[in-house]
C-alpha cells in the first residue's frame, strides 16, 4: 500500500551541504521542530484510492498524446534559445524517501542549473523563509522564463506518471539536498507518491513559506480522497491561467 512507510537513506547525510546562512539568516536561531505547529511526528496517512493509479496513467496518457506538438514546440525552442539539451534530469525524493529521476524542460543556462540553490535552501526559520525569492532566477534563459510563466517546463513530469514516480495530485517532489535540511517531521509528506500540482501548489505556490508548504502537504497525507484531488485540478487550473506564483 503507497502509505507504508520505508527506508530513508536517499536524504542522508551523504547529500548534505553545508548551510550558507547562519541560523535564519539574519543571526537569530531557527525554532525547535517541535515549535512548527501543526507537523507532529507521527501523521497517519488517510488511505488511497485504488482507482488513482489508474485515473492518473490515463489522464497522463491521453494529456501526451494530446500535447505532443506542445513538447516539440518547447523542446525546439530551447534548443534555438541557448546551448545544452531541451530535457533535463534531476534527483528527486519520492515516496518512502527513495529517489527518482524528475523530467522537466531546462529553463535555466546549461551547467547553471544549480547557481540559484542557496536561495531555496530551508536554513533558517522556515515559517519565514519563502520556498523562492520573488522574481526571474538569475540563470534562467529567455525561452526559459516564458516556460516557467506557462508552467509548460512542467509537462515532462506526465511521463513520470506514466512511469509510476508520481502522481498527477500529490506533494512536490523536492531535490534531496532541500530534504537533507528539514526537520524529521517535515519527510511525513513522503508517506504519499508525489505529484505534479497539490495543496500546497493552489495555496500559494512559490509565494509561501516552507513552513506553509510543509504543512499543506501533511493536510494532504491525512486526508487525500480522489474528490479533494479533483478539487486541487480544478483549481490548479486557474492557477496556471493567471501565472501567479510562477517562477
Known amino acids: 500500500m503507497e502509505s507504508k512507510p520505508g527506508p530513508r537513506q536517499a536524504v542522508g547525510p551523504e547529500h548534505e551541504l553545508e548551510s550558507p546562512l547562519p541560523a535564519n539568516g539574519h543571526g537569530h536561531p531557527a525554532p525547535r521542530e517541535h515549535e512548527y505547529e501543526g507537523i507532529p511526528p507521527d501523521v497517519a496517512p488517510g488511505p488511497t484510492s485504488p482507482w488513482k493509479r489508474a485515473v492518473d496513467v490515463g489522464a497522463c496518457g491521453t494529456a501526451v498524446a494530446i500535447l505532443w506538438p506542445v513538447f516539440a514546440s518547447a523542446a525546439l525552442l530551447i534548443k534555438l534559445d541557448s546551448h545544452g539539451p531541451a530535457l533535463v534530469r534531476q534527483k528527486r525524493v519520492g515516496l518512502n524517501g527513495r529517489q527518482f529521476d524528475f523530467f522537466k524542460f531546462r529553463t535555466m543556462y546549461h ?129 496556471v491561467a493567471s501565472k501567479k506564483g510562477a517562477r
Do not use: C
Not at 519563502?130 to 516557467?148: E, V
Not at 502522481?167 to 519527510?187: L, N, Q, Y
Not at 507518491?193 to 504543512?215: C, E, F, W
Open 111 to 239: 551547467h547553471q542549473t544549480k547557481q540559484d540553490l542557496g536561495d531555496r535552501l530551508p536554513v533558517g526559520d522556515l515559517r519565514t523563509r519563502l520556498l523562492s525569492p520573488k522574481g526571474r532566477p538569475r540563470h534562467a534563459t529567455t525561452i526559459g522564463w516564458a516556460l516557467r510563466q506557462t508552467t509548460i517546463d512542467e509537462l515532462p513530469q506526465l511521463l513520470n506518471v506514466i512511469k509510476g514516480d508520481m502522481s498527477v495530485v500529490g506533494p512536490r517532489p523536492d531535490i534531496p539536498e532541500i530534504v537533507a535540511h528539514w526537520p524529521p517531521a517535515f519527510r511525513q509528506r513522503h508517506l504519499v507518491r508525489p505529484g505534479m500540482t497539490g495543496l500546497a501548489q493552489v495555496n500559494g505556490r512559490s509565494d509561501i513559506t516552507h513552513y506553509q508548504k510543509v504543512k499543506y502537504d501533511i493536510a494532504y497525507v491525512r486526508n487525500h480522497p480522489i474528490s479533494r484531488d479533483l478539487g486541487i485540478l480544478w483549481k490548479t487550473l486557474s492557477l
